[in-house]
């Protein structure tokens, strides 16, 4: 695990001190070694940089960049599956002088070009720039593990791991894009491809970037995607045969996630998801520990009684930390700075903090992350089903007039929780029977539109919440639900949330659960295996092979803080400081009298939807941290 950056300067005034530079601000992101590397070329100047986490071959034979012949690397991650290709470019005559999985990939992209990310089980983000060819390669992991971030803006392109390296080249402009801010207050996450700075992209997961040096050519192209997978037929196999080649992949893909060379654990909730992961490798080590890891709260949801009961049953080596309302409080004041991009998802702060506890045994950490985006383990998948069999019910011609009546009493209606309800049913009504899936999912990650609208200054703005992907044809109303949450929600937030806050200090998360062998087979079973009454039928009736249901069936918590108790008491400062007139002005997108409004709801227990809040509280300390 590590991070890396770098540039493709075609006005030639980038030098080695601004590499270094870019360099340095993710010294987090691998602490055990840093390498730069600039080449000039006729017709611009190039560099490649890397902080290293020493992971897999701790010898200075795995420091990057590395070369071998006219390849120079730059890679951020790992390839679990490395071992085996090596084994099969060895008997092809290729000769390794470390025990890396970067050499591998060097060697891999010589003998297959780009097409040797098809043989990878693993999860990176890695730059390899062609001194013949004079051409360089990035590819981005298929889920979208590792993030990448670029930017080509008058001549020239940057590249990183997270976007703090850019804003310490001297020619990054750093301009806000407004459709992003819009973006951001939706989701809480500003979605791939999109990115909060003007000329500034995220590389999508399962793609390919090419850059031509001579001709400046910038070329993008996909070789993997979630969609294709839940697009196809449902495979006609038996309940029986399909739980036990579930379990298989799950076998394979934990194992795999514990290759390393330092010590590795894993993150236990005690819900399915990390029971599942950290039973299954202990079952298979007999004379050994597994290390698991759990933090509880005295305040909000706390699941560490059950961690610890579920890890003295499965016999792992158990560390639990009961943290303290003031160590939670401590971590909001740095989320701008690791979440160097907008990010509004409070479960940041566990996640930084169960990271902080593990750090201090091993240094990868297993996150059991993606079980309810494969398996259907969120609550609303329930109402999902059940609104979808209800409006189809109603006759097509009765559809556009009931909308049309559903408005008007939405315009005499009064509450937010109630207007919120009307325009959710106004806009399915008037979907067609082919978008009524894609229309009625999307209504539950969207912040309620009419308040939206009232928040922004910009009036003349004509924003359209829609981007590439975001509507697919899948073979069943519960594959839309699924596969849209694994390419959005998952993407943009569960992973940004899980990357910086493990590397915030230096610690590898590893997502067992993304391994695509998972999702391509997982994708084409029939709806009814993953949800048939209950949810992620199929993943408890593995989990049960090896834990009771006792000590596992009780409702679905996840993470939870009292933030917004926090910020009415202990952080009412922050309020006072980041959403006061003058902070609301000086960032010049909101409405300074509705943002006063939301405040004064909020301090009254008057809001539905207290969100909004932490969003534009988010919003206002990355501005003041990184537009200053």
């Known amino acids: 695990m590590c991070g890396i950056s770098g540039f493709f300067d075609f006005s030639k005034k980038s030098d080695a001190q601004v590499l270094q530079l870019m360099v340095s601000t993710m010294n987090h992101r691998g602490p055990d070694d840093q390498g730069e590397k600039l080449y000039h070329f006729e017709k611009a100047t190039i560099g490649l940089g890397q902080n290293r986490l020493s992971i897999i071959d701790l010898s200075s034979g795995g420091h990057q960049p ?11 991650g790992e390839i679990y599956n490395y071992q085996e290709i090596k084994d099969e470019l060895l008997q092809i005559g290729h000769l390794f002088i470390s025990g890396s999985d970067t050499e591998v990939i060097l060697h891999a992209f010589e003998e297959w070009g780009e097409n040797c990310v098809e043989r990878f089980i693993g999860m990176f983000a890695f730059a390899i720039l062609d001194e013949n060819l004079q051409k360089i390669t990035i590819i981005r992991d298929r ?7 670029y930017y080509w803006y008058e001549g020239l392109f940057l590249f990183a791991s997270e976007l703090k390296a850019f804003h310490k080249h001297p020619h990054f402009v750093k301009e806000i894009n407004e459709q992003s801010v819009h973006q951001y207050i939706d989701f809480g996450y500003i979605p791939t491809p999109n990115c909060i700075f003007k000329n500034c992209n995220k590389l999508k997961p399962g793609h390919i970037l090419t850059i031509d040096v001579n001709t400046q050519f910038v070329s993008i192209k996909k070789y993997w995607d979630v969609y294709d997978y839940y697009r196809l037929p449902k495979l006609k196999i038996s309940y029986e045969d399909a739980m036990n080649e579930v379990e298989k992949l799950l076998i394979s893909a934990f194992e795999y996630r514990m290759v390393a060379d330092v010590p590795v654990g894993v993150f236990l909730s005690g819900g399915y998801d990390s029971t599942i992961v950290a039973a299954i490798l202990q079952h298979s080590r007999i004379n050994s520990k597994i290390k698991t890891f759990t933090i509880g709260f005295a305040d909000g949801n706390d699941e560490a009684p059950y961690a610890k009961e579920i890890a003295k049953y499965i016999g792992t080596e158990h560390t639990e930390h009961y943290c303290t309302a003031k160590e939670a409080q401590d971590i909001i004041p740095t989320l701008p700075y690791f979440y160097d991009e907008p990010f509004a998802d409070s479960s940041s702060i566990p996640t930084i903090l169960v990271s902080k506890v593990a750090k201090e045994k091993v240094t990868v950490a297993l996150s059991a992350d993606a079980g309810d985006e494969l398996f259907a383990g969120y609550a609303y998948y329930k109402a999902f089903h059940s609104y979808i069999d209800f409006f189809n019910k109603i006759p097509i011609f009765l559809r556009k007039p009931l909308s049309w009546l559903v408005r008007i009493i939405d ?19 008037d979907a067609n029977s082919a978008d ?12 309620n539109r009419k308040a939206v609208q009232n ?8 924003y359209k919440n829609e981007f590439e992907d975001r509507f697919f044809n899948a073979t069943g109303n519960l594959s839309v639900a699924l596969g849209t949450d694994y390419k959005m929600y998952l993407q943009n937030d569960i992973l940004v949330k899980v990357d910086r806050a493990t590397m915030s ?9 993304l391994d695509h062998r998972i999702l391509e087979f997982v994708a084409q079973l029939p709806d009814d295996y993953k949800y048939e009454k209950v949810q992620k039928r199929i993943l408890k009736d593995i989990a049960y092979k090896y834990v009771p249901k006792k000590l596992l069936d009780r409702p679905k918590a996840g993470f939870s803080l009292p933030i917004d108790s926090w910020l009415k008491k202990e952080l009412s400062y922050l309020m006072d400081d980041y959403l006061s007139d003058s902070a609301i002005i000086k960032s010049g997108f909101f409405n300074v009298t509705y943002v006063q409004k939301l405040k004064k709801d909020f301090l009254a227990n008057k809001m539905h939807d207290t969100s909004i809040i932490w969003r534009l ?12």
């Open 143 to 149: 889920a979208g593990v590792k993030p990448l971030f």
């Open 505 to 513: 200090v230096s610690l590898e998360g590893r997502e067992p659960f």
């Open 436 to 447: 009524l899936a894609q229309i009625l999912h999307h209504k539950y990650s969207e912040i």
């Open 455 to 462: 928040l922004f200054i910009n009036k003349d703005f004509i």
């Open 66 to 76: 590395m070369i071998y012949k006219h390849l120079c690397i730059a890679f951020n």
């Open 617 to 628: 509280l988010q919003f206002q300390m990355w501005y003041i941290r990184w537009m200053n």
């Open 411 to 429: 315009n005499f209606s009064f509450g937010y929780d109630l207007k919120n309800k009307l325009d959710v049913l106004a806009d399915v009504l």
